[in-house]
């Protein structure tokens, strides 16, 4: 899906060690905040350029960050994939995060993803007994 209006990508040279602090700090500010292993914090946010310093100044430690950058983006794509990109999904019947081994599951007009095929049974069970 085509994520629409402004975005900005933020890219944050962090002191070392502080890295989860500032992702932490950034997460009501930035919408999808990545921390990488070498102890840089990039995100991006839905809002413009000039809507997202103020907010970012105040959050951020000054202390803690070494340098940053906040660049237009004119368009972005997000399109989770099941077993590639599928972090953040969550199994509907249990809750565990559903992986390579996950299944996408139609009942009726909505669409469900479940971990496992034990999963699959429980939500057509409790899918029949509702309707
Ligand atoms: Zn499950």
């Known amino acids: 899906m085509l994520v629409e209006g402004t975005t900005v990508l933020i890219e944050l040279e962090v002191a070392p060690g502080e890295a989860e602090a500032v992702a932490e700090d950034l997460v009501p500010v ?3 905040v990545v921390e990488t292993v070498d102890g840089a914090v990039q995100g991006l946010a839905h809002r413009g350029e000039e809507e997202i310093r103020e907010p970012l100044a105040e959050e951020i430690d ?3 960050i070494r340098e940053y950058s906040v660049r237009l983006v004119p368009a972005s794509h997000w399109e989770p994939t099941l077993g590639e990109m599928s972090v953040g999904i969550e199994c509907v019947v249990c809750g565990k995060s559903v992986d390579s081994g996950g299944v996408s599951i139609d009942l009726g ?15 057509e069970a409790q899918y029949e007994q509702l309707s």
């Open 30 to 32: 930035i919408e999808h």
């Open 109 to 123: 007009e909505d669409s469900y993803e479940v971990c496992c095929f034990f999963c699959v049974t429980e939500i």
């Open 62 to 64: 000054a202390e803690s």
